[in-house]
């Protein structure tokens, strides 16, 4: 009986172009906290509504930029773990690698993965609410801010409108450019390999069901159970950090031998 590992090793091992989708899962054995773990999930703490909206932010938007600063400065003291390097690795084996994150952290880009497509932006690049031009060179600061600090946010100094996140907030679409690439990426894949996330926020939830649907194979990587739809989606139960590494590290051995 071939193992759930052994078919993703031949899948992976016969592919030219990989997809690899990420959501917080993967970043969360960096000592990021995902959104909807029920006990230490960001949602079970905070409303979204309160604090990833343009309508949070017209409210309070000290609030909502002092969480966010809060954010940064976690992902500033976390580094990325196996998974994130193991990624990165892949991409050195001679296939085309493109990584499609909903994360907003730098993890993958601190991995060595590049072209890193952001679905839902980045916690790196501040744009300015009113007229929407990132500045392009803000300190941004990454002081130790407690979470829950209100930190009124910098000016643009192009309009003097309030600097936001450049992430992308509950109702807001997602950037243009990012969205293409991303679906061009999983219509042209081999394989498509979706890595600790919920699959419950779209339209990112859409890249794997479009690589699927494109015909390619769809590997699910989670320590909680995946329901699968199609004979082409399979499920590696595990944390990323100790089920990616092993899967790159079979993939080069495999690589190995059948050169
Ligand atoms: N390894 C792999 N997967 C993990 C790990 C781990 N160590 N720990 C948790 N997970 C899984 C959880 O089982 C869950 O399925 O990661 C997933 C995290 O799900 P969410 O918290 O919903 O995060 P995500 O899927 O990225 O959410 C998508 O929702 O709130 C918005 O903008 C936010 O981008 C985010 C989007």
Known sequence: MTSTIEVVVKIVGNSKRVV????????????????????NGIWARHDPRKLET?????????LVWGWYLWRRAQV????????????????????????????????????????????HGSLEQPKCFACHRAPTSLYLETK??????????????????KLRPGVVWFGETLPASAWKRAVLAA???????????SGEVFPAAEIPIIALKAGASVVHVNPIGVSLSSSHELYLAG??????????SLIEIADKTAH
């Open 54 to 62: 343009a309508s949070a932010f017209r409210e309070d938007a000290a």
């Open 187 to 197: 219509k042209n894949c081999d394989v498509l390999l979706s890595i600790g996330t």
């Open 144 to 161: 130790i801010v407690c979470e829950g600090v209100r930190v009124e946010p910098p000016r643009c100094p192009r309009c003097n409108g």
């Open 239 to 248: 944390r990323a950090a100790e089920c990616v590494p092993n899967l790159v």
């Open 20 to 39: 690899v989708f990420t959501g917080a899962g993967i970043s969360a054995e960096s000592g990021i906290p995902t959104f909807r773990d029920p006990l």
């Open 76 to 119: 500033a003291q976390s580094l990325p773990n196996a998974a994130h390097l193991a990624i990165a690795q892949l991409a050195k084996t001679g296939r085309v690698v493109t990584v499609v994150t909903q994360n907003i952290d730098d993890l993958h880009e601190r991995a060595g993965s590049v072209d890193v497509i952001h679905l």
